[in-house]
């Protein structure tokens, strides 16, 4: 259920990506997607019946001994499920693979949904980086250290 992306995602991904995130994040673009894609980042997908389900954006660069969480989104109507987690799992295998020692993230101080799946995920909050967002909001930066 949990695969690596083809540029055949592009238009799914898209409609995820517009449907979670408004202009107050930073939200990516077709081009972003591609330009990721084809960089030091793995992006996977979850499908569920046929719809890409959700999708998690990893950046993993070979100097660096930690990962980063670039984005992560689910679709509406599959929220819940516990696909965010399961890619998660999938990601964190990933960085462990690749022998990184920690996974970083960040994200908004007021997203509350995200910040209880990332503390339940064993994340700790390391910083909180003020006026982050395009609407000033906060941001929370995030760890989780590998046990390799
Ligand atoms: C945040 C998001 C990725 C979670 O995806 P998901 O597949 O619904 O998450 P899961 O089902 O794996 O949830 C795991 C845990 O996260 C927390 N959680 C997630 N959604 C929640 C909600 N709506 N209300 C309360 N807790 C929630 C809970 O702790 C949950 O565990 P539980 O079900 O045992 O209570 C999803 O809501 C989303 O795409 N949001 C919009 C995009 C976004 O905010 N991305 C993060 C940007 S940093």
Redesign the pocket.
Same mark, same amino acid.
């Given at each position: 259920m949990i695969r690596t992306t083809t540029l055949g995602d592009l238009t799914a991904l898209m409609q995820i990506e517009t449907n @979670?995130?408004d202009r107050s994040s930073f939200a990516m673009s077709r081009q972003n997607f591609i330009y990721h894609i084809n960089k030091e980042a793995v992006l996977y997908v979850y499908e569920a019946d046929d719809t890409l389900a959700?999708y998690i954006l990893v950046f993993v660069r070979k100097n660096s001994p930690k990962a980063r969480i670039y @984005?992560? $989104?689910?679709k509406e109507s599959? +929220?819940?499920?516990?696909? $965010?987690?399961a890619l998660f799992e999938k990601a964190i295998s990933y960085a462990k693979e690749t022998a990184k020692d920690t996974i970083t #993230?960040e994200? +908004?101080a007021d *997203?509350e *949904? $995200?910040i !209880? #799946?990332y503390k !339940?995920l064993g994340f700790k909050t390391q910083k909180r980086l003020k006026g982050y967002y395009p609407d000033k909001m906060d941001a929370l930066t995030m760890e989780l250290f590998l046990n390799l």
């Open positions: @979670s995130f959700g @984005s992560v $989104a689910v599959y +929220r819940g499920q516990g696909i $965010a987690t #993230l994200v +908004r *997203n *949904n $995200a !209880k #799946l !339940k």
